[in-house]
């Protein structure tokens, strides 16, 4: 019998053990005979029947299979018990994502660290500046968060947009839909560009505003109104300091 | 009497991982060292031994590079290991001890 033959006929009773079980009985097996091996080469052994020998001290492989497979005969009942979990895990995803709630909780922390760059109603032209920004505002419940102005071309004009998203404070909640709605962007002479466009869900909303500026602005400023409540953010432009 | 092999082999198993964590090449070297080759076991069946005390939770394995250089998977006596060694080696003192008694009788009536 060879040194693989004997490793099969140990495997061979142990279907119930996963692949990385089997291969880590099998790896051990191995491992003991190359130690008994070389010792027995150390003491001037032939090859040969160095391994002849190191089967042979093993023992029946039938024997060793069959008490290894005893050893996990558990395992068919953990088996199923794992089937349950991962079924109930899967009926479980599929019913958020039917309700939209698990989709809406993603996207409300997506925009929290990776907010959409590209906003497709919103794109200038030319781009001359861009600028990351992390100016945040609590609105209610929701948190207004802008995080991109660049200047650039628009509809001919030179113009200054802003990415913004708003989400929830708490990943689950629902963000209000109209927070863009009444929102507008003026420069500093108090024009405002016809008003950009977004997208999102109930878990976030994200959007491009803009308006025209000229050469020499160094701001824009984000302006919330809802009845009771108003917010004014001022926006640095990027290359504003210089241009001032 | 075969059963009674098995655990022989259990409770030798678990008495050598109380001192250190041990390979199972090693345990064999060290269990022919320490009973002056009394117990001549054939060497493959430790590793169903292990591998149930293992599922019990009396034993954890971990692979670590053995003296040889070699990467070998060591066992680990745990607590609730050494609680069953505990066990098994006063059920062991105690088998032992009638079998005596009852070898001391024999040898008085001789």
């Known amino acids: 019998m060879t040194r693989q033959e004997f490793l099969d006929q140990v495997l061979s009773p142990l279907g119930r053990l996963t692949a990385q079980e089997r291969e880590n009985v099998r790896r051990e097996l191995e491992e003991h005979v190359e130690d008994r091996m070389e010792a027995l080469l150390e003491m001037g052994w032939d090859a040969e029947l160095a391994e002849e020998r190191c089967l042979e001290a093993m023992g029946d492989p039938a024997e060793i299979g069959r008490e290894m497979a005893r050893q996990y005969r558990g395992k068919g009942w953990l088996w199923l018990g794992r089937a ?3 079924l109930t895990v899967v009926v479980c995803i599929q019913a958020l994502l039917g309700v939209g709630m698990l989709g809406a909780a993603w996207d409300s922390l997506t925009v929290r660290f990776n907010p959409p760059r590209t906003i497709s109603i919103g794109e200038l032209k030319n781009v001359e500046a861009e600028e990351e920004l992390d100016i945040r505002a609590e609105i209610g419940n929701d948190i207004l968060r802008i995080y991109q102005v ?7 004009q030179r113009a200054a947009m802003v990415l913004a998203c708003a989400y929830d404070r708490w990943p689950f909640g629902i963000v209000v839909d109209s927070l863009f709605g009444r929102s507008e962007l003026w420069n500093e002479r108090g024009e405002t560009g ?4 977004g997208s999102g869900n109930s878990g976030a909303v994200c959007a491009a505003l803009w308006a025209p500026v000229e050469t020499g602005d160094t701001h824009v400023i984000w302006e919330y109104r809802a009845i009771g409540e108003a917010v004014r953010l001022e926006i640095p432009l990027p290359g504003g300091e210089e241009a001032a | 009497m075969k059963k ?14 109380a001192g250190e964590d041990m390979y199972g090449y090693q345990m064999i070297v060290e269990l022919a060292r320490r009973s002056n080759h009394t117990f001549d076991m054939k ?3 430790l590793y169903p031994v292990l591998h149930g005390l293992e599922q019990e939770g009396f034993v954890e394995a971990y692979r670590k590079q053995a003296p040889t250089g070699r990467e070998r998977k060591y066992y ?15 059920a062991w003192r105690r088998y032992s001890g009638a079998v005596n008694d009852v070898l001391r009788g024999g040898a008085e009536a001789v």
């Open chain 2, 4 to 17: 009674q092999a098995i655990e022989h082999t259990r409770l030798l198993a678990l008495s050598l991982l």
């Open chain 1, 194 to 197: 016809t008003s950009g466009g």
């Open chain 1, 84 to 86: 349950a979990v991962v």
């Open chain 1, 150 to 156: 660049s200047v650039g071309e628009k509809d001919g």
């Open chain 2, 43 to 45: 060497e493959g069946t």
């Open chain 2, 76 to 90: 680990h006596l745990t607590r609730k290991g050494q609680g069953a060694l505990r066990e098994e080696e006063a």
